[in-house]
C-alpha cells in the first residue's frame, strides 16, 4: 500500500522560511515523479512543484518560483521542500502526491494527508 | 489549456447521473484526469489519462473529452458520490501543472 507522510509544517512568520518533508512507503521512490499541491481551506487545489524520478527535470508554479525549491533522496525514500520568504499567501495545507510515471506531465495517483503551514506575523 | 473553468456546484438526486465539465482552450487535444477529494480527506484520482479508472474506481465513473469541454460523468448516483471534483491537464507551453476550479458536488 502506497503511503506518503508529511510533516514540517508549522506557524512561522512572513519572510522566514520552512522545509517541509514526505516519506514515501509501499512503491519503488526512484521510479516515480513527486510533486507538492496546496490547499487553501474550503479552496481549489493549486499546484505548487515537481521533480522527476532523478531529479532531472523540476517545474514550479509562478507563484512560487524563486522562493521554493524542491528536491528528493531517493535513498532515503524522501520528497522535501524548502520555502524561503514566506507570505501570508503561502498559509495552505500542503500535499504530497505521487505521479503514475517517472517524468512530469502525468496524473497525480496517491496522495498524503497534508501538512498546514500558516504565515502570520 | 492554462486556465480549467468548472461550475461550482452541482445538485443530483441519489439513482440520477452527475455530469461535471471542465471547460479550457482546446482541452479536447490534452489529456485530462479527475480527482475526487471528501472533508477532510487527502484528493483521490478517479479518472486519468482521459477515460482510465484507475483499481477500485467503480464503472459507474467516466469520462469523455472533446472541443473546449472535458465531462466527468458520475451514473446512478450514490451519497458517498458527495464531494469536491477538480479537474487537471499538463500544460506544455509553461510546464505546469493545472487545476480546475473545482465542483462540488451534492446528493440531494
Known amino acids: 500500500e502506497v503511503q506518503l507522510v508529511e510533516s514540517g509544517g508549522a506557524l512561522e512568520q512572513p519572510g522566514r522560511s520552512l522545509r517541509l518533508s514526505c516519506i514515501a512507503s509501499g512503491f519503488t521512490f526512484a521510479d516515480f515523479a513527486m510533486h507538492w499541491v496546496r490547499q487553501v481551506p474550503g479552496k481549489g487545489l493549486e499546484w505548487v512543484s515537481s521533480v522527476d524520478w532523478n531529479s532531472g527535470s523540476s517545474a514550479y508554479a509562478d507563484s512560487v518560483k524563486g522562493r521554493f525549491s524542491i528536491s528528493r533522496d531517493n535513498a532515503k525514500n524522501s520528497l522535501f521542500l524548502q520555502m524561503n520568504s514566506l507570505r501570508s499567501e503561502d498559509t495552505a495545507f500542503y500535499f504530497c502526491?505521487?505521479?503514475?510515471?517517472?517524468?512530469?506531465?502525468?496524473?497525480?495517483?496517491?496522495w498524503g494527508q497534508g501538512t498546514l503551514v500558516t504565515v502570520s506575523s | 489549456s492554462s486556465v480549467l473553468t468548472q461550475p461550482p456546484s452541482v445538485s443530483v438526486t441519489p439513482g440520477e447521473t452527475a455530469r461535471i465539465t471542465c471547460g479550457g482552450d482546446e482541452i479536447g487535444s490534452d489529456s485530462v484526469h479527475w480527482y475526487q477529494q471528501k472533508p477532510g480527506q487527502a484528493p483521490l484520482l478517479v479518472i486519468h489519462?482521459?477515460?482510465d479508472r484507475p483499481p477500485g474506481i467503480p464503472e459507474r465513473i467516466s469520462a469523455s473529452n472533446s472541443g473546449n469541454t472535458a465531462t466527468l460523468t458520475i451514473s446512478r448516483v450514490e451519497a458517498a458520490d458527495e464531494a469536491d471534483y477538480f479537474c487537471?491537464?499538463?500544460?506544455?507551453?509553461?510546464?505546469?501543472?493545472?487545476f480546475g476550479t473545482g465542483t462540488k458536488v451534492t446528493v440531494l
Open positions: 489519462y482521459g477515460t
Open positions: 487537471q491537464v499538463w500544460h506544455s507551453p509553461s510546464a505546469h501543472y493545472v
Open positions: 502526491a505521487k505521479d503514475s510515471g517517472s517524468l512530469l506531465a502525468t496524473s497525480l495517483d496517491s
